[in-house]
């Protein structure tokens, strides 16, 4: 790269930089790429887009009628919607851990949102596509590791990162600091007595001065949005890179509630204003959450308008979902706008509705437009899915199959037999899908509950009665799913 995005952005930001400094950097050209450029890159790039407690309901595309997102809406249709597509777990990091190895819920390492790190021999995405020649970036919330773990992104593949090491962190929209890795950040120094500048790396928090003692200037998702335009613009695969493809994993935090601003006021939704649903006469805590949404799409759009600019529509997979269902933590309700969609169930639960989740694929020239998909797929088939479109070997004994045949319009050969959910925030709890059957195991030496998805969505009728034969086969399974795990043991009631 010429110059360091992070570097760039938030020195600036911060006022740590000056004019002069700047100016003694190296120029990035401004031209945008060729619209087929000879060298091209023969793999694509991606960016991996995962909201934060946003539900299956909450956009037009899937069905929302009171929240505007008209670029998302756009995303699905130049692109493919899925709508049986489920996150990894129910809430956070042990979702994004499912998405990022490639394991399930009862084989992964993070299981719950304990601050546990991933492990050094659990590979993840962007390990993975280092090895197709992919630069590789990650915005926005970890929870995957802090400091000194094994867990640091910087660690796991990723050669530039900024943003929020873990969920207590990312509760803030106005943060006081980010946590940011720079491999070659530029900085001053005397030697021999002569000041001079060289590149070292960076490890560390910056403070955002804007927003020091309380003060709300830096709203969090749009210095989130600046820079993943910026890596992007940067690191467009060009002659001066040798047409490198780029992986940006950008992680927001919207529409998450603020917690500690739950606890005092009631109201966790935070957000710089309403608009445009101003004038709307909704609970304030539904019209913040609405305004969070659309500016998510908002900020999106921004994202897909430098794509175009920058002839990089063509080259890029553009991936977009979230990590859960919707949560009620914030001064909200969920069904105020039917958030989890049909479903029943939120966050944290292993109905539906709390690990159903809107997932939108758009490959230009390789996805067709318009399309619905109605196959079923999970967080964990992310990993092996990009290893093939980038064509290099997935690690072996992954949950994931690669969903790519689905992406390209061509018949999906292989299929999961099972598919394996476990929580443990609060009562430990397991889910299993098979087929059309769902069975559900409210906690610990609780009896499955068993449901036909294709007659019952909603599950609202506990078939496990009039179906032993299957409920013995979700026994069978669910007694080998899961390995042994210190940190979130199943504990069978007395």
């Known amino acids: 790269m010429n110059r360091s995005l992070i570097t760039r952005l938030f020195c600036t930001l911060s006022l740590l930089l000056t004019a002069s400094f700047l100016a003694a950097q190296p120029a990035v050209t401004n031209r945008p790429a060729p619209a087929k450029p000879p060298g091209a890159p023969r793999t694509p790039n991606i960016i991996l887009i995962v909201a934060d407690d946003l539900g299956w309901g909450d956009l037009g595309c ?79 919330k970890w929870a995957l590791g802090g400091p000194q773990t094994t867990g640091e992104p910087f660690r796991r593949g990723f050669d530039q990162w900024a943003g929020f090491v873990d969920q207590v962190h990312a509760n803030s929209y106005y943060p006081a600091h980010l946590w940011r890795y720079d491999p070659g950040q530029v900085v001053q120094k005397v030697v021999n007595g002569k000041a001079t500048f060289v590149k070292e790396p960076f ?24 820079m993943a335009m910026e890596y992007t613009r940067i690191n467009r695969p060009f002659f001066d890179n040798g047409y490198r493809p780029f992986f940006l994993y950008l992680s927001y935090t919207t529409p998450h509630a603020n917690l500690d601003l739950a606890k005092k006021t009631g109201n966790g939704m935070e957000v710089p204003n309403d608009m445009p649903y101003d004038a709307e006469r909704w609970p304030l805590p539904e019209k913040n959450k609405a305004a969070m949404i ?22 890029t997979v553009l991936i977009f979902t979230s990590d859960n269902g919707p949560h009620a933590e914030g001064g909200n309700d969920p069904a105020f706008f039917e958030s989890a969609g049909p479903f029943r169930g939120i966050k944290r639960d292993l109905y539906e509705g709390g690990i159903r989740a809107p997932m939108i694929v758009r490959w230009t020239g390789k996805t067709k437009p318009g399309t619905v998909s109605h196959q079923p797929w999970a967080a964990w088939d992310l990993l092996p899915t990009l290893a093939e479109i980038t064509r290099v070997p997935a690690p ?35 889910a299993s899908r ?61």
Not at 203 to 226: F, I, P, W
Not at 305 to 312: D, F, I, S, V
């Open 62 to 140: 899937y069905g929302q009628k009171k929240i505007k997102t008209p670029n998302l809406d756009r995303l699905a249709a130049d692109g493919i919607r899925f709508t049986q597509y489920y996150a990894g777990a129910p809430s956070d990091s042990a979702s994004r851990a499912a998405l990022l190895t490639g394991l399930h819920s009862g084989h992964g390492y993070i299981r719950g949102d304990k601050n546990v790190a991933v492990r050094l021999q659990d590979r993840i995405i962007p390990e993975v596509l280092k090895t197709a020649g992919y630069n590789t970036c990650a915005i926005g």
């Open 203 to 226: 490890n560390g928090m910056l403070e955002l001065h804007m927003n020091k003692d309380g003060k709300r200037v830096a709203y969090a998702q749009d210095l989130l949005t600046k």
């Open 294 to 315: 659309t500016r998510l799409d908002a900020d999106i759009g921004k994202l897909m308008a430098a794509l175009r600019q920058n002839n990089m529509d063509e080259q």
């Open 396 to 430: 072996s004994e992954l949950d994931g199959i690669s969903m790519l045949p689905t992406f390209l319009g061509l018949k999906q050969e292989k299929q999961h037999e099972f598919f394996y959910w476990e929580t443990h925030e609060g009562v430990s709890k397991q």
């Open 434 to 494: 098979m087929g059309d059957w769902k069975a559900i195991r409210p906690s610990p030496g609780k009896a499955l509950e068993l449901y036909n998805l294709k007659d019952d969505s909603s599950e609202s009728r506990n078939v496990a009665a009039g179906n032993p034969e299957v409920v013995v086969q979700f026994e069978e399974y669910l007694r080998t799913a899961r390995t042994k795990s210190d940190h979130w043991p199943i504990l069978t009631e007395k």
